[in-house]
Every structure is written in C-alpha cells, then in structure tokens.
C-alpha cells in the first residue's frame, strides 16, 4: 500500500507566477485535504476535496485553487504568488471523513 | 484569533520520565480533537484522537485528556523515550464550513527526551 505522495519537493518562484503543486492520496481514499504551514506556525487548513468536488474552504483568497482527478489525486495551484505564500504546502487524504494521512509536503519559496 | 493554542513552545524531558504536552481550545463547537507527531521533513503523523464526548483515551504510552469545562486537552508519554523527540501538534476537527473533518491545528510544542 502506498502513501501519500507529494511533487515536486522543493520549489523556488518569484513574486506574481504561479505554481502547480501535486498529491497522489493513499490507495482507497477519496478525499484530498491541503493545508499551509507557514515557518513556527501549525498547519492551516486551505480546503478539502472530495469525488472530485471542493467540499470545504478555510480562509485563503481565490488565488488558491485546486483540483481532484478521477483516481483522486489532486493539484494545488497558487496564482500570483506574494512572498508571505512561501510555506510547507501538506496534502492529507482519508476515506470520506475518516482519519487524515499527511504527505511529507512540498517546500515553496516566493523571493 | 487562534482557536487552538500550545503556550508552550518547547519541553524537555528525560528519558523514562513522564511528558505533559498541553493544548487548549476557545471553541465549544469543536467535536474531535487529535495529537499528531511531525518529525523534519516528513509529513504529520496522527498519534491519538479523543472525541468530544469522552474524557479520556488510551493507546500504550500515550494518554489523552479532554477538560471541557476548561476547554484544555493534554497528550500524557509515560515513559518518555527519545525516539519520541519531535514537534506534537494538537488539533481540532470543525463540524462546520461545509466540510466535517478539516482540521485547525495549535503552533506546536517541539519535545525533546534527553537520554
């Protein structure tokens, strides 16, 4: 059984681009869960999907976007990123709203 | 506004001893509460939950206790051991926004068993 999976691992972006971040979930869960983790913070929740539809949204602005695959998987896209989005971006999966399971994270730094 | 808070940054503990990690909430609403482990460069491990309607939950080691009243939950590690160093993160599960099961997370207490 496979874990969570997080790409890339690290990411270096500068002010105004976007960014594409990626999670394969746990083999049989289809709910995907992002959250930001800013540096001596804990994990802030962005939003959560599941069978492919957005089904939760915490506080961040609709720059935050994202997607749910048919193999659910998902993507987090970041638009015009500002130097405060550089954080430890986590992916969490689960069976409906069963226990979350964390990816490592994906590192991203906006200079 | 933080709904979930750890005061305490850090603790260290010796090896054997007993550890006391404390957290507390300002929401009455929250209905699940869970302690998860995050070692550098991995993601958070979940260690043990509690819901809302007990007070206290056992696995091995590991003990939670839930103050409603006080609105305060503590992660019990007896006896510490130092593969347990790491940062414990307590959180709460919301039933609301449309989404039962997202979690909001205290800063953290980063453990540290000495041996």
């Known amino acids: 059984e496979t874990g969570v999976t997080q790409s890339p691992t690290h990411l270096i972006k500068t002010r105004g681009q976007q960014v594409t971040l990626r999670c394969s979930s746990q083999s049989g869960h289809n709910t995907v869960s992002w959250y930001q983790q800013a540096l001596g913070q804990g994990p802030q929740f962005i939003f959560q999907y599941y069978r492919e539809e957005e089904n939760g949204r915490g506080n961040f602005p609709p720059r935050f976007s994202g997607l749910q695959f048919p193999n659910y998987s998902s993507e987090l896209n970041v638009n015009a990123l500002e130097l405060d989005d550089s954080a430890l971006y986590l992916c969490?999966?689960?069976?409906?709203?069963?226990?979350?399971?964390f990816g490592p994270g994906t590192r991203l730094t906006v200079l | 506004d933080q709904q979930v808070k750890q005061n305490s940054p850090s603790l260290s503990v010796q090896e054997g001893r007993i550890s006391i990690l404390n957290c507390d909430y300002t929401n009455s609403m929250f209905d699940y509460f869970l302690w998860y482990k995050k070692y550098p460069a991995e993601g958070p491990t979940f260690l043990i939950s509690?819901?809302?309607?007990?007070d206290k939950n056992e696995d091995g080691r590991f003990t939670v206790f839930l103050n409603k009243s006080a609105k305060h939950l503590s992660l019990h590690i007896v006896p510490s051991q130092p593969g347990d160093s790491a940062v414990y993160f307590c959180a709460a599960s919301a039933p609301w926004g449309g989404s039962q099961g997202n979690l909001i997370f205290g800063k953290g207490t980063k453990l540290s068993v000495k041996p």
């Open positions: 509690i819901s809302s309607i007990k």
């Open positions: 969490a999966s689960s069976l409906g709203h069963n226990q979350q399971y």
